[in-house]
């Protein structure tokens, strides 16, 4: 095996001209092989089917003030609260530059009695209590998260705990006074 | 190398494969410290576990059915009309927690005896890397009887990485394979279920190859001078493994049998429902410690980072120790300060199962505060500080003398 001599062995010529070839052909492996990669990586993320999602309306009629109630959207709970004239002034009242993500409630609702929130906890996922009566709502009366303690104030504003930012308000529209389409 | 034996069809296959005399060389001369304690059984231990889990995992997943609608039901079918489906499951589910509190003392060990200095630095790391895709691959498997806590303790984890800037939400999609922990998510999960300890394995290959290029350390922590301070590990410790093989089996199988779900929580045979959050979600007894340090900061990132940090910062114990002397039995001062950190652990542990209110948010917060002082600054500043007791002049000489050990 090892009896073979290298010629070239040596020659700096050939040899900086090996090392190109070399570094060249590795540097197109290299890329190959990323490329090769791409489509099992990517046939991970959701396919065409989970894509293709439909929206979800919902009849506010039965929810009477101060109620609320819990949709299902893309897989996920979407909180629908019917807030009433105290909460939704305890949410007007804050001074938003002292928020973690500061918004106004004006800017979270399209109006002012019905906030519509998706209902996972900003933190790692959790949903939060707060939608049933007999919940606990945390100490700023909107919701309390209990994996690790986030809670969120009438707006659905993150106030205290881990979680980094206000619950999420998806796209909607009212298509008339008491229906609201999600998504 | 060749004389493996007179037999001639045994030395004919060696002379062309020399599996026997690898065997021979490997675990049958193969000198070992004759001061090993018991402490020095759960390597072993640890070995027959990973076993007892892929032959279990294997006769559950011939039932089982990664499937959102089915899954739940398959499990609950292993259990109540599979033949022995309750056993195998039972032994999967509490073997799975066996093989934590065994790498765990083994952990320990290694702790206590230095047993992560050089030479055995990347025997060290390749111990860690095990830990942390058992971690992966118990977590995974917990997904898949998709309970209530598989559904939410799936969410939890996974969210972690929407932690990341910029990308994390892209991650956890992808993770997903949707919008929520769902069915491509548990597709996913029962493959890499499947494939991740088969990729132990190999990495246990490694190990015991790193192992059996440095040697085992031993409660003296000084080295083997000559065949005076070893013992073939035939007969002397494959006797001494099977012994404990014993003992710990009737520990496990106590469990099996007895008190099957005492280690589980009963909110797993619930089924998973995506719209309601238990009240009290845990993790497995096992990852405690490190969701009590990932509760104790405030921050999301900062408390993923820590988490995480408290793991990947273990691997540079070789150089955090700055002592010369490897067993904790000749280091009179740092010997208190490693069972204060293991008590700390256990305290963190204690921690990460309670609620996310007073007081345990604040003593989750002092533990983790310990956790890395204990690594970051005790540990270099006793290395430095402490006068060791005198060591033996050799480990055949500390045993004949029957010096204190
Ligand atoms: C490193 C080794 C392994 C660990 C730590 C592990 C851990 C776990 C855990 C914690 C569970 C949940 C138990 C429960 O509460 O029901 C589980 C379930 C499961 N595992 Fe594993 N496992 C391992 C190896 C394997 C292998 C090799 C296979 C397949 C060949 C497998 C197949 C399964 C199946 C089908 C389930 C679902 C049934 C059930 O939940 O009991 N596991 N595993
Ligand atoms: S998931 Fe809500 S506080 Fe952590």
Redo the contacts between chains.
Sequence with gaps: MADTANPAHGATDGETRRDFLLYASSAVGVVGAGLALWPF?HS????AD?LA?ASTEVDLSPVAEGQAI?V?W????VFVRHRTADEISAARAVDVAGLRDPQKDEDRVKKPEWLVTVGVCT?????P?GQKAADPRGDFGGWFC????SHYDTSGRIRK????LNLHVPEYAFLNDKTVKIG | MSSVSNNKIIKWVDDRLPIISMMQHSAVEYPTPKNLSYWWNFGSLAGLVLVIMILSGLFLAMNYAANTGLAFLSVERIMRDVNYGWLIRYIHANGASMFFIVVYLHIVRGFYYGSYKPPREILWWLGLIIMLVMMGTAFMGYVLPWGQMSF?GA??????F?AIPLVGEHIV????????V?N?TLN?FFALHFLLPFVLVGIVVLHVWALHTVKSNNPLGIDMKGPQDSLPFHPYYTVKDLFGVGVFMMFFMAFVFWAPNFLGHPDNYIPAN????P???VPEWYFLPFYAI??A?????G?VLLMFGAIVILAAMPWLDTSKVRSCTFRPIYKWFVMLFIADCVLLGYIGGK???EPY?LIGQFATAWYFIHLLIVTPLVGWLEKPRPLPESISAAVTKKEAV
């Design positions: 990586i991970m993320n959701p396919a989970t999602l819990t299902m893309r897989g996920k709970p933190h790692l996922g959790c949903i209590l209990p994996c690790h303690g705990g881990p979680a980094p | 939410w969410t939890v984890i996974t969210n972690l929407s999609t992808w993770l997903w394979g949707g919008f929520s769902d491509p996913r995506p719209m309601v959050t009240a009290h979600i990932l509760r900061v405030p921050d999301k990132l408390g609620p996310a209110e948010i």
